[in-house]
């Protein structure tokens, strides 16, 4: 069974610009939570959401957005760049909306965003 | 407002050494407790897990972690550690709205 899936992994970009990361996750599982890493502030929730519906979110600020298909699959955007959007984005996927149940996220290997 | 605290940012061991990871928490109910792992280039692997019931929990890899409610603590240990451990670890806590509260993590680096 194929993992959960990012793209790109590694990307620049400059101040200003927007990007959009993706996000597939296991088959079958229909949550896909969203976080950011960096080396000062560690692993921050974003977001998450189930059968394209966000139930949960950050304190992040409007520039971070995101959403779900119908397969699944999500997206992050973040727009107007700033230099300390850069970080490893890292999704993570789970069967059921409540780590209670299935008491596991699954992690992808992130897409590293550089700004400059 | 849930936390967690890894006092330990990097921690060095010998090869065949035993080891403890630190970590504590702040919830006010009782929580979900869990260990990651990360390897460099790597997403997170769940390590192991806490809900409820025995407060001595297995984990893969050889590893274990307690949990004590009137330490507010979490700590990893393993009794001999490899070299392949090496690896950055996190603890995180769940809190009632689903979400994953992860400490800062500690990085692990192992001498042969």
């Known amino acids: 069974k194929a993992g959960v899936t990012q793209t790109p992994r590694y990307l620049i970009k400059t101040r200003g610009q927007q990007v959009t990361l993706s996000c597939s996750p296991i088959?079958?599982?229909?949550?896909v939570s969203w976080y950011q890493q960096t080396p000062g502030q560690g692993l921050q929730f974003l977001f998450e959401?189930?059968?394209?519906?966000?139930?949960n979110k950050g304190n992040f600020p409007g520039r971070f957005s995101g959403r779900q298909f119908s397969n699944s699959r999500s997206e992050m955007n973040v727009s107007t760049l700033e230099l300390g959007d850069s970080a490893l984005y890292l999704c993570?996927?789970?069967?059921?909306?409540?780590?209670?149940?299935?008491?596991?996220?699954?992690f992808g290997e992130g897409s590293r965003l550089t700004v400059l | 407002a849930q936390s967690v605290t890894q006092p330990d940012i990097h921690i060095t061991v010998s090869e065949g050494a035993s080891l403890e990871l630190r970590c504590n928490y702040s919830?006010?109910?009782?929580?979900?407790l869990f260990w990651y792992v990360q390897s460099p280039g790597q997403g997170l692997q769940l390590l192991l897990k806490y809900f409820s019931g025995d407060t001595l929990v297995q984990g893969i890899k050889g590893f274990e972690a307690e949990f004590k409610r009137s330490q507010s603590s979490f700590n990893l240990r393993k009794p001999s550690v490899h070299w392949s451990d090496a690896a950055e670890y996190f603890c995180a806590v769940g809190d009632n709205t689903d979400k994953l509260i992860f400490g800062t993590g500690t990085r692990l680096q192992v001498f042969p």
């Open positions: 959401y189930f059968s394209e519906t966000q139930r």
């Open positions: 088959s079958g599982h229909r949550s």
């Open positions: 993570a996927s789970s069967l059921e909306a409540s780590f209670s149940n299935t008491g596991e996220l699954f």
């Open positions: 919830y006010g109910a009782t929580p979900y």
